[in-house]
C-alpha cells in the first residue's frame, strides 16, 4: 500500500500512542518501531523527491527568466 506523507504521518502517530500504552509487550515495541522506522523512510524518500521536483522547477524558471 502506497502512503502520502500525510497518512504515514496519522499511521506514525497511532504506533506512538501504541508504544506510549504501558500494556505494550517488548515484543509489540520492537514491531512498532520497525514498522516506524520504515514510515519514517518513506516520508523521507517521498519529501526528497519533491524537494528535488521543486529544484527541476525553480532551475527552470530562472533560465525562462534570464533568456
Not at 508504544?19 to 523521507?44: N, P, Q, R
Not at 527552470?60 to 534570464?66: L, V
Amino acid at each position: 500500500m502506497d502512503l502520502t506523507v500525510e497518512q504515514a504521518f496519522e499511521e506514525l502517530d497511532k504506533i506512538i500512542e501504541k508504544l506510549e500504552a504501558s500494556d505494550t509487550t517488548l515484543e509489540e515495541s520492537f514491531a512498532c518501531y520497525e514498522a516506524g522506522i520504515k514510515l519514517v523512510k518513506a516520508c523521507g524518500d517521498k519529501i526528497d523527491k519533491v524537494e528535488k521536483q521543486m529544484m527541476i522547477l525553480q532551475g527552470g524558471a530562472d533560465k525562462d527568466g534570464d533568456g
